[in-house]
């Protein structure tokens, strides 16, 4: 069994690194710490093949918004690869993932990251280094590969509850399974979202979200309240 624990001492406050540990099963040995990398170590996932542990590691200790990468461990001789997730070769193509699950051939890993104001569903080839952008709207969480290929998924958006949805990598769209609330949305009038962006300090590009009334009267003018985000701990998304 791996797992994550933190052990920082009287640093609890301020210590962002949590590492990986292995123990017996059974229980008959004490845990062995794996990693001794001083900033966060997490999720670790056990390829179905039994070849390989995946993980995601941040590089930089103490600081709570560090970009995530995915790291690969050969459990056969311990030597470890770091991939990044990107979405393009830009400079500001990487993404940080959250989350990782393995495909049960071991070819694919599906993996959730923020995405241009939305949580996204990646399906990052662990040979190659290459990466798909599966499901690029709204928030997708928790996502579980099946046997057929396709891969179930929560999701949800600003307009819509969470529900579980399913979908081919071949077709990134989900169809929806459970439909518990929808009874209760169908008395529900929701505004519209839009995207926006403007140019921040150096220019750099700064997005956000307009969030219109539920219900409006014609195309007269109406108050606005904005929310602004201290970041860059995380983002305010669909």
Known sequence: IVFVAKNP????????????????ADGSSPPVRMTTNPAADLAPRFSPDGLTLAYLAA??????????????????????????LRVDDTPGGDRSPTSLAWSPDSRLLYVTADHMGQHALFALDPVAGT???FLKTGVVSDPRPLPDGRVL????????????????????EGKPLTKVN???????????????????????AIYG??????????PRKSPVAVLLHGGPQTSHLN
């Open 59 to 84: 590089r930089r200790p103490g600081n709570e918004a560090d970009r995530f990468r995915v790291v690969l461990r050969s459990l056969q001789t311990g030597k470890e690869r770091f991939l990044d």
């Open 9 to 24: 001492g009287k640093d609890e406050a301020w210590s962002t690194n949590t590492d990986l540990y292995q123990v017996p």
């Open 182 to 204: 929808e009874d209760r949305m169908a008395s529900v009038v929701m505004g519209k979202t839009t995207s926006l962006s403007f140019k921040g300090t150096a220019w750099s």
């Open 131 to 133: 990466t798909r952008l």
């Open 209 to 218: 979200r307009l969030i219109h009334p539920a219900v409006m009267d014609g």
């Open 153 to 172: 998924f929560g999701w949800e958006s600003l307009q819509r509850p969470r529900e579980f949805y399913v979908a081919g990598l071949d077709r990134g």
